[in-house]
C-alpha cells in the first residue's frame, strides 16, 4: 500500500490548526524532543498579544521589554509575584528588558528578585538574549549578576554561541573573553558539533579575536615584547 493510500488520523485544515498541533507536540515528554536541534531558532519571536495592558502578567512583560521601570515598580508593588511572569514561549521580565538592552529595568528586576539563570521553553537565559542582539551593556549587567556564559539551551547553545555567529558582536565577545572559563566555553561543541569558534570562523567576522584565547597563542603573543633586545636580553638571563 503506497502512502497515499494510508489515512492519516490528524488532519489538519489550517495554519491555526498546525500551530496547536506543534504546540502540543512540545508539551508532550513523548515528542518534545523532536523539537530540539543543535542550532536554536534565534528568529522566534516572543509571544505577542494584542492589548498588552488587559491583564497584570501581559503588562508587566510589557513594561519589561519597553524599560518602563514606573510601571513596573507599580506592579511589582501590588504583585511582588510577577518579576516572575513567563508568556508563552517562556521569557520572563528579565529576557525581555535583557534583549531590548534596558540596563536599568535589568537592575531595578534583579533588585526585586528576578532570577538571572531563569530559561525560556528553549532553554534560553537572559544572557543568551542579550548577547543574540549584542546588546553589551546588558550582558555587562547581567555577568556582573553572576549570569552563567556556559549556560547551554535545549539546542547545546551558549550565549557565545550566539555572540559568535552574527557579525556585529565585537563587544559582547570581548565581554566574556574575560572570563577565567572562556577556553572552555570557547571550545564547547553545541548539538550539532559546532564550537563558538567554530562558528566565528564560518559566520561572523571577529574570528581572529577567538585567536587572544587560545593558550599557545596567547603566550606567543606576551613574549612578542622580547623583540625589543634589551628586554630579550633580561628574559634570556632569566631563562638561563
Known sequence: M??????DPCELNSYDDIQEEIAKCKRDPKTAGMFVSGWDDAEQD???VEDPKANPIDHTLWAAENGDVDTLKGLLTKQPGLVHARDADGYTPLHR???SNHTTTISYLLSVGANVSTKTELGWTPLHSACNWNNYNAVAR???AGADPNSSSD??????HLAAAISHSKSSLLLMFLRDDVVETANRPNNSGETPKQLALGHGIYAPLFEMISPAVSYIHSDAFTFNPFVRKQFQNKTS
Not at 539546542?155 to 557565545?160: A, E, L, R, V, Y
Open 142 to 144: 547581567l555577568l556582573a
Open 155 to 160: 539546542g547545546g547553545q551558549t550565549p557565545m
Open 2 to 7: 503506497s502512502d497515499s493510500d494510508e489515512s
Open 46 to 48: 516572543v509571544d505577542v
Open 97 to 99: 528588558a535583557s534583549y
